[in-house]
Each structure stands twice: as C-alpha cells, then as structure tokens.
C-alpha cells in the first residue's frame, strides 16, 4: 500500500509501517516514549546495576499477567459507585466503556493523558518512597516500559494491519473475542496468563454471546434504572 494512502489505522491492508506511523501521531504512545527514554537514561546515568535490579525487572514483567487481568477486571470494567448522593467513576472506566460501545473507534484505543501521566508519575513517587534509589528508578523504567508493550500490542488488536506471528494473531483473536463474543472474559491483551489462572479463557464454543459486549453497564443500568 502507498504509505500517503493510508491516514485512518482502520484503512483496509495497512502494512506495518504505516501501522506504526499512524500510531505515533497520538499522544498516548509520543508520551509513553518520552516517560521511556527519560526513565531508562536516568536509570543508566544512576548506574550501580546490582542483580537486584535484574530480580525486581522479572519479577514485574513475570507478574504483568496478573497486573494486566486485575487493572482490566476492577479498574477499567469499575462500575460507578453511589456514595450518598455522589456518583464516583473514572475515566479510564468511562473511556473504556466507550471503547467497547465502538471498539473500532481509535480515540478509545490509548491511554487516556492525563490518566497515565497520573499514574506514571503516582508510580515514580510510590516508587521512590518504597525502595532504595536504583531499585526504584528500574522499578519505574520497566513499568513504562511494559505500558508501552501494552498500547502497541492493544493498538494492533485494532488497527487493520494483519500481524505475521502466530502469537500476535492469537492476541488479536483474543482480544476481539472479548469486545465481540463476551466481555467478562479474554481479559488479557498482551499476556493470557491471567485468563488461564483465573477462568476467564475459554473457547468461543463454551461462552454464551453477551447482549452486553457494547454496553457493559447494561445491567447496572436497570438495576439502578439509570437513564444514561
């Protein structure tokens, strides 16, 4: 495909390159290189590496299943939470049920700015008030790190762009069973792990079709007779 064709990642045959163009002109991914390349360099201007640095970085990519499956089930599919007369709710919760009103809309397919500059940051301080200069310095690094894995990996789940690996492939699948088959399931997006250990992989034939993939607060709704 001529790469000045495409200009929307949903262009039909997208090649990987203009994948990747039409990837970076949004913010999402600009800011999480930006946070990446500080981060690294900051922790390779500290220096002192000690095993624990390799120890805590496995220890972290080990447990993104987990971390992944968690943030997926009770932060992003948060249902919004009466306290007396308040209503409290996320964005990244709202941002993600419109993504699965349109799933194929790319607006909802990144991280929310100011939510991940938020978090980013709470995670660099967290970070540094827990652990030992170094440690937390590699702590953070790979933390963004693994989120940039994870709104490529999300990104290509989406975008038209038809991946060559065999495990890419079984991502996409699997994400897109979990926007178009059953939404309480097919949790993970750049690992599985977390579905496995869980419950929630299953094949397509043992999982009844939701009639609430596209709105996953249907039955909140009539439970509260929600106008919304």
């Excluded at 500290?46 to 990519?61: C, K, M, P, R, Y």
């Excluded at 968690?70 to 990244?92: E, M, N, Q, S």
């Excluded at 607006?107 to 500059?117: E, L, T």
Aim: glycine share 6%; with cysteine; net charge positive.
């Amino acid at each position: 495909m001529n790469s000045a064709a495409a200009t929307h990642p949903r262009t039909p045959g997208l090649s990987l390159f203009d994948a990747a163009r039409l990837f970076f002109r949004h913010a999402s991914p600009r800011l999480l290189v930006g946070f990446a390349v500080y981060a690294v360099a900051y922790r390779v201007w500290l220096g002192g590496f000690t095993v624990w640095d390799l120890a805590l970085a496995s220890l972290q990519v080990a447990l993104q299943p987990m971390t992944e499956w968690i943030v997926h089930v009770f932060v992003l599919h948060a249902r919004p939470r009466k306290v007396g007369p308040v209503t409290l709710d996320t964005r990244l919760a709202r941002d993600h049920r419109s993504h699965h009103t349109d799933p194929h809309a790319p607006r909802w397919w990144f991280i929310p700015v100011i939510s991940g500059i938020l978090v980013f940051v709470g995670v660099a301080v967290v970070a540094h008030l827990l652990l030992p200069q170094g440690l937390a310095a590699t702590f953070t690094a790979t933390s963004i790190l693994i989120a940039l894995v994870y709104e490529w990996t999300h990104y290509l789940c989406h975008c038209t762009y038809k991946p060559r690996s065999r495990y890419l492939k079984f991502l996409v699948r699997h994400h897109r069973l979990h926007h178009f088959k059953n939404e309480h399931y097919w949790m993970g997006v750049t690992v599985v792990g977390g579905d496995r250990l869980l419950g929630t992989l299953k094949s397509p034939r043992d999982v009844e079709t939701s009639p609430s993939c596209k709105d996953v607060l249907a039955a909140y709704k009539a439970a509260n007779k929600s106008p919304r």
